[in-house]
């Protein structure tokens, strides 16, 4: 192993990124590879991480280490507030590590209107970052973070690994978190109940990053689509239901770990990752020693340079009519063809809502919507947008879009009329503290966006589609009552 010393390494810590120093210096020769939590080598690393877990739990509240520290880099638990916690722990005197969390705390991106493009390059950070630590805690060089893998079919479908729910045990105890959905810590599938799978991969279907129209891009569904769902069906408000808790959960690391397993699938798969300005960005994170080092985004496109690969990648999805027509569709404008008009927006509650679309007040005298279809061309798309998703509190549920649900028809037996999935997980305004809220923006509003090309087309044929066709959205469970939840515009587009 070279040496070098902490001199040396403060003084080019802003420039060089703490997995490129490590790779240089710590004698990491081959790619490190992430495995499966129900493989064996995963179940060894569970074993591993759940000690380490223990250790950062035990350490001083002021180390970098510390397992609150870094729960806190993603966000300061909602109870209280950044500067109330730094103030709390650190207490008036300056000092490094007080520096270093005043950098680092509340740098989660993008859960309050930074750009949503940084999603998946500063999670990847976080977990590598985070990861380092574990294996400078357990002094295990070979230890690597296992994936939950949710998505699987079969009876491990969406079901929480064992070492996660064992409460007493004397080794995984600490990986356990009471304050879990029941499905989660009873060892059932957390989607269970749901409608369609929102435990799907469909984001891999998308064409490109970033989003175009009536595109979402592979960030922003991926995003927005599995990784929230996962959040919300996983734990609560005081969990991984709710942004500023859901660090707090040892399954949070996995979770993430899977996240960045799909982005690196999509990659593999001919997914192109974008240059733009914002790849310059920085964030500065700790190295297990507590040194401060600064990452920049585009150092973090490539994972075999950062030296880890994982044991296994999601194949490239069948060539859907979707992929196929959405890589064409990506270089042309959205046509708005009909809205929902609710001063407002549309509220949301216990019981489904159903509005309807309506194409008065669109610009050019839009013609009707069963002429509009007719005149699309082949090769376009209809999908029905949703934007300007807000809640006073977490509603700790999914809600469910359908089209043209018939009057009567409970959500439960319209699967003919399904559209998608929504999650309110990050539609709070968070206050990110000390101007960081501000430090990254330049990202479009997020919206959902469901395909809804062929449903449409079998509503027309037949003849359920009016002119003014309804949207219905319906929650799973009861939702918190103090949510508020609203969907401020809901748009049917061609492009």
């Known amino acids: 192993m070279t040496s070098i010393s902490r001199r040396d390494f403060v003084r080019g810590a802003a420039a060089v990124p703490l997995s490129f120093w490590l790779l240089k210096y710590a004698g990491a020769q081959e790619p490190r590879v992430r495995y499966d939590a129900r493989s064996p080598k995963g179940q060894e690393m569970l074993k591993i991480y759940a000690g380490a877990v ?32 730094i103030s709390r722990i650190f207490g008036p005197a300056p000092s490094p590590h007080k520096d270093l969390a005043l950098a680092m705390w509340n740098t989660c991106q ?26 400078a805690v357990s002094q295990r060089n070979d230890f690597t973070l296992p994936y939950w893998n949710y998505s699987v079919s079969g009876p491990t479908h ?13 080794v995984f105890g600490p ?21 369609n799978n929102p435990l799907g991969l469909q984001a891999l279907n998308q064409p490109q990053y970033s989003p175009s129209g009536a595109l979402q891009g592979f960030c922003l569904a991926l995003d927005s689509g599995l990784h929230g769902n996962v959040h919300v ?78 044991d296994r990648l999601e194949p490239k999805p069948s060539r859907s009519p979707f992929a196929l027509a959405a890589a064409s569709a990506s270089s042309r404008k959205p046509q708005r063809t ?10 949301l509650g216990a019981a489904p809502v159903r509005v309807q679309l309506d194409t008065a007040g669109m610009q050019e005298s839009a013609p009707p919507l069963s002429q509009t279809l007719q005149l ?30 018939p009057e009567g028809t409970t959500p439960e037996k319209g699967v003919d009329y399904y559209v998608g999935t929504l999650t309110f997980f990050d539609a709070l305004k968070l206050d990110h503290g000390d101007a960081e809220h501000s430090a990254h923006t330049g990202g479009e509003d997020k919206f959902y966006s469901f395909d809804v090309t062929d449903l449409l087309r079998r509503l027309r044929v037949s003849k ?32």
């Open 110 to 135: 993008a859960h309050s209107g930074q750009n949503e493009n940084l999603f998946l390059p500063w999670h990847r950070m976080f977990v590598l970052a985070f990861e380092n630590i574990v294996r």
């Open 338 to 347: 009909a809205r929902v008009s609710v001063d407002g927006g549309v509220a």
């Open 54 to 85: 223990k250790s950062m739990q035990a350490l001083a509240a002021t180390d970098p280490s510390n397992w609150t520290f870094q729960w806190y880099t993603h966000f300061v638990k909602g109870s209280t507030t950044k500067s109330a916690e």
């Open 233 to 310: 069906l996983t734990g609560n408000t005081q969990n991984m239901g709710a942004v500023p808790w859901a660090a707090r959960d040892p399954i949070f690391w996995l979770h993430h770990c899977n996240i960045d397993r799909l982005w690196a699938s999509w990659n593999a798969n001919g997914g192109v990752n974008p240059k733009a300005p914002w790849n310059d960005d920085t964030f500065v994170f700790a190295d297990p020693k507590g040194n401060r080092v600064v990452a920049k985004v585009s150092d973090y496109f490539n994972i075999r340079a950062l030296g880890y690969s994982y």
């Open 175 to 195: 990986l356990y978190v009471a304050e879990r959905n029941s499905l989660a810590n009873a060892g059932k599938p957390i989607d269970q109940g749901q409608p």
């Open 464 to 495: 359920v589609l009016g002119e003014r066709p309804s949207v219905t959205i319906a929650p799973v469970g009861e939702p918190a009552s103090a949510a508020k939840a609203v969907v401020g515009t809901i748009e049917l587009q061609m492009q």
């Open 158 to 170: 969406g079901v929480l690994p064992d070492q996660f729910r064992m409460k007493d045990d004397p």
């Open 376 to 405: 699309a061309a082949k090769e376009q798309r209809a999908f029905l947008v949703l934007s300007k998703l807000e809640a006073q509190v977490q509603p700790e549920v999914l809600y469910h879009v359908y089209l043209e649900l």
